[in-house]
Structure formats: structure tokens, C-alpha cells
């Protein structure tokens, strides 16, 4: 293109940043939003947006959870609300709401079956997320978690682009194969201009529970790495902890009690 030729500014990439952000429904307020994210599958988000959830909860304050993993969702199922089908009316949809008063969303609840999959295209999915946020009756909160699906495809990027989310907190898991999958999302976020408050180091060690000796079940894969490559802390580390695992299968999150994401809620609450 001639050096001096002008760009239709819809198509000049140093505009696009400028896209307009979606804004709630009138029925959800949030102070803060903040992504919970990570390149691979498996290694916790679920878990480290349950518990960021519970966590802020214990310190008395208002939260959401929405899923945005549409065809692996594990929200609902977290907080036994895995058969609340959604009720809407022509004003809005109503989340589930736990016993504690989290009010959530997962693509379970809207529909009939948790069990039917979700068999989309990309584009529908992105656009079921958009809608989450908008049409969604969440209240009046103070955060709105927002657990990702894996990697770096259409729904990470219609929610870096589109939602208004003030930060987000990265998952890994101390095993190299994970680290370089994890680095190419934080990378991502980073072109997106995401504020990114750190790392939660998942299953970095399991506590022996006669003698308390910290073993590295994965080796001796030091987190530190990620954090020097990507310049981001490790905010904190939580164990395998069979305890967790149980209130996951249970639906019982709400009750966990531990402080293993206390550096991660202090840096949301700094926001
Ligand atoms: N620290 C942990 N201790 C015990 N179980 C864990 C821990 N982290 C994750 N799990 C379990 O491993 C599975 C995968 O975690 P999940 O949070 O769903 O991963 P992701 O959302 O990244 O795919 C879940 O069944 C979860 O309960
Ligand atoms: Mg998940």
C-alpha cells in the first residue's frame, strides 16, 4: 500500500482497540470484573474462579460467577445448581443463586438437560457469551468472576474485546508442557491490553498428611520460570487437596473455609 494512502479507519488495526464494550443488563451491576484464564484445560480455572468466589464471599462481598466455558461448563455443577434451569421474562434471564447468595450462570441452566452438549459453531458460542453478560439478571455485586474456556480462540477473544473486565488472573500448573501453553494466553491477553494481576500456581505440590512434608508431584518445575518469562508474581499456590475435590463432586464449594487464594482476593480487592 503507498506510504501515504488512507486506511477506512473500520479497517485500520491501531483503531480496533476502540470497539465499544458491551454493557450489562439494566438488572447486574458490578465495581470489578475480572477473567480467570489459561491456555490449557484441566489445570483448575473452574476451581480457581470457585474459590476466588467463595473466598471474597467469606469477606463479605457481593459476587457472580458466569461460565464462559459453554461446552465444558463446571460452574453450576460447583454449586449444586447443575439442574436450575433458568427462568426469564421479557425483561431479562435469572441466574441461579447458591444458598449464600452467589448468583451464577452456566450454559447447564439454560437448558432443559444438563447432559445435552452443546455441538456450535464458534461464532454462535462467542455470541451465547456476549449474551450472558448482557441479558443476564445478575444484580447489584461488587465482582463478576468469569471462569474462561481453554486457549485462545473465539470466546476469550470476544471477552477481552467486548466486556468491560477491569483484570484478569492466569491458572497454571507446575509442569512445562502447561507453562508454554499458558504463556501463548497470557501473551494474548497482553496484546489485548488485559490488566493481569498474576498467577495462581494450581497443584503445585500435595501435602503429606501424616508428616506435613510438601511433595512436588510433578517434579521439581519451578513457577518461578513462568513468572520471570511473563514478568507477572505468582500470587499464590494451592495444593492437590482431595477436601476440594470432594466439594466439587458434592456441589458443596460454598463451604470451603481454607485461605489458599488470599494474595489473588487481596489484588481483586485493590482493583
Ligand atoms: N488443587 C486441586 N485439588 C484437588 N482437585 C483439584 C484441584 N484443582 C483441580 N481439581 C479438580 O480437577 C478437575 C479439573 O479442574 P477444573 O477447575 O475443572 O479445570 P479447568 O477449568 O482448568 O478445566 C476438577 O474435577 C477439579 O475439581
Ligand atoms: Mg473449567
Known sequence: MPENEQIDSKYDPRKRRSIEKLKPHEGSSFKKIIAIISGKGGVGKSLVTSLLAV???NQGHEVSIMDADITGPSIAKTFGRDNYTCLGDKDGIFPAKTDRGITLISSNNLLDDPKTPIVWRGSLISSLV??????IVYGEKEYLLIDMPPGT???PLTVFQQLPIDAAIVVSSPQELVSEVVTKSINMAKMMNVNLLGIVENMAYVQCPHCGEKIDVFGNVSSSDLSKQTGLPILDEIPIDPSITKLVDEGRIEEYQKDYLKKAAKAILDL
Do not use: Y
Request: aromatic letters at 8%; glycine letters at 8%.
Open 153 to 155: 480462540g473465539d470466546v
Open 55 to 57: 473466598t471474597l464471599l
Open 130 to 135: 456476549s449474551q450472558m453478560f448482557t441479558e
